[in-house]
């Protein structure tokens, strides 16, 4: 089994989204258990390599990040998991 950690930051409930999407999407390859790991204390604008999503702070978290963001995070995690697991073989 190939590990994966979604780690984010979330002010708002937004991130947290699209963590849960990038999640989905890594989950979503066989052989692959992915985790959320929150991370609210320490260094929240680190994003050298990753999806990312804007959204506005006034909008609560039912409303963004938008559909296509989300849809993004998740081929991102599919993706991130496929290369894990190609490189475990």
Known sequence: MTS???VYHSGYGHTA????AVQAGAASVPG??????SVNDINRMGSFIG??????SDVGPDL???PGDLATAREYGRRVA???VSRRR
């Open 4 to 6: 994966v950690a979604v």
């Open 17 to 20: 989204k699209q963590a849960e």
């Open 32 to 37: 692959v258990a992915a985790k959320l790991l």
């Open 51 to 56: 999806a990312m999503a804007q959204s506005d």
């Open 64 to 66: 963004a990040p938008p």
């Open 82 to 84: 496929e290369i894990a």
